[in-house]
């Protein structure tokens, strides 16, 4: 049973470029959630996808961007980047429309702006 | 503006002792509570969670919830050297989907 897939697990990008993190849920599972987490913070809520959808969006800016496919999959996109978007961002997959249900977190996508 | 605090520590326990991890939490509308470790350099990974007050235990983790003085915490028997990580506190609103986080406890367990 594949767990919760995101890719690429590291790389380094220049401020003002985009990038785009992927990832693939758990298998059943059907909602993304997408989390930023700075160095000795904890995980702060972008956005969470279900049935393609945007359901929610944390305090983030226009600059991250997302989508979910049909086969539930995500990706998460940064536009113009900051230095202080350096960070790692975590995919989460869950059964369902609540955040009560059980969340399982993806080994990251470790981003550095130079 | 909903929050979850907890003790950045480190806290230092003797191998074999009781670990002890606190958080509280300021919305009342939460009903769900997370705890998560994670070591240096990888992503959180789900320890236990609780809806109801008093205890659940798994092995040798226990967490405790008390709604009425919106707190939770986790104890950790027997504690290992393997333990030292990271624990963050979570909780999820009743009304929103999004998990709210604390910023994490570093604990350290001395051999």
């Known amino acids: 049973d594949a767990g919760v897939t995101q890719s690429p697990t590291h790389l380094i990008k220049t401020r003002g470029q985009q990038v785009t993190l992927r990832c693939s849920p758990k298998?059943?599972?059907?909602?993304v959630s997408w989390y930023q987490q700075a160095l000795g913070q904890g995980p702060q809520f972008i956005f969470q996808?279900?049935?393609?959808?945007?359901?929610q969006r944390g305090n983030f800016p226009d600059r991250f961007s997302g989508h979910q496919f049909p086969n539930y999959s995500s990706e998460l996109n940064v536009n113009a980047l900051l230095l202080g978007d350096s960070a790692l961002y975590l995919c989460?997959?869950?059964?369902?429309?609540?955040?009560?249900?059980?969340?399982?977190f993806g080994e990251g996508s470790w981003l550095t702006v130079v | 503006q909903k929050e979850v605090e907890q003790n950045s520590g480190p806290l230092s326990v003797p191998e074999g002792a009781i670990a002890s991890l606190n958080c509280t939490y300021s919305?009342?509308?939460?009903?769900?509570f997370f705890w998560y470790r994670q070591y240096s350099g990888k992503s959180p990974e789900l320890i236990m969670f609780?809806?109801s007050n008093g205890d659940k235990e798994d092995g040798r983790f226990t967490a405790q919830l008390n709604k009425a003085s919106q707190y939770v915490s986790l104890l950790i028997r027997d504690s290992q050297p393997s333990d030292s990580a990271t624990y963050l506190c979570?909780?999820?609103?009743?009304?929103?989907?999004?998990?709210?986080w604390g910023a994490g406890t570093k604990l350290i367990i001395k051999p």
């Open positions: 989460a997959s869950s059964l369902g429309r609540s955040s009560g249900n059980t969340i399982y």
């Open positions: 298998s059943g599972h059907d909602t």
């Open positions: 996808y279900y049935e393609e959808e945007e359901r």
């Open positions: 919305d009342r509308g939460s009903q769900s």
């Open positions: 609780i809806y």
């Open positions: 979570a909780s999820a609103p009743d009304s929103n989907y999004q998990l709210i």
